[in-house]
């Protein structure tokens, strides 16, 4: 069986936001490290994604 993930493989860095039972969730990769924070209110996870890619200075960031 062949398997198509890539050992040693860097992830590219990505801000998402993603709407699921009513909760806003937002999922940030940096340096081969994932983290997923969860909020109430839409805009609070919109300013919170915005700020991650502001940092990791991508120039969007991904609505699920």
């Not at 300013?47 to 940092?55: I, P, T």
């Given at each position: 069986m062949t398997d198509n993930v890539?050992?040693?493989?860097?992830?590219?860095?990505?801000?998402e936001v993603v709407e699921a039972c009513g909760e806003w969730f937002v999922r940030v990769v940096e340096d081969d490290e994932e983290f997923t924070r969860k909020?109430?209110?839409e805009s609070f996870a919109l300013?919170?994604?915005?700020?991650?890619?502001?940092?990791l200075g991508l120039p969007?960031?991904?609505r699920i």
């Open positions: 890539q050992q040693n493989a860097v992830r590219q860095p990505v801000v909020f109430v209110l300013a919170y994604a915005e700020g991650q890619r502001r940092c969007d960031f991904v």
